[in-house]
């Protein structure tokens, strides 16, 4: 006899089985690559302040600063 989803007899296990369903997180999928080539991606890091302090010294831009740097830093 194959196997079947249990009926639900109770209006317990029907509470709980509709709790599950609400609180139970979906599988959370491979995240995707950007579909626009060359496009950015938003990451939060942690920076020493003093190495923050430097590149904001330069004002706006201070993202696109870091950017270059880490480039120079892995063409090594």
Known sequence: MPDRP?????SREAAEAAFK???TKPVESVPKTPSIPGAREQ???RIDRDVLDHFQEGGP?????INDALRTFIRK
Do not use: E, F, N
């Open 6 to 10: 249990r009926r639900i007899t109770s």
């Open 21 to 23: 369903s609400a609180t």
């Open 43 to 45: 990451v939060t890091l």
């Open 61 to 65: 831009g201070w993202q696109d600063r």
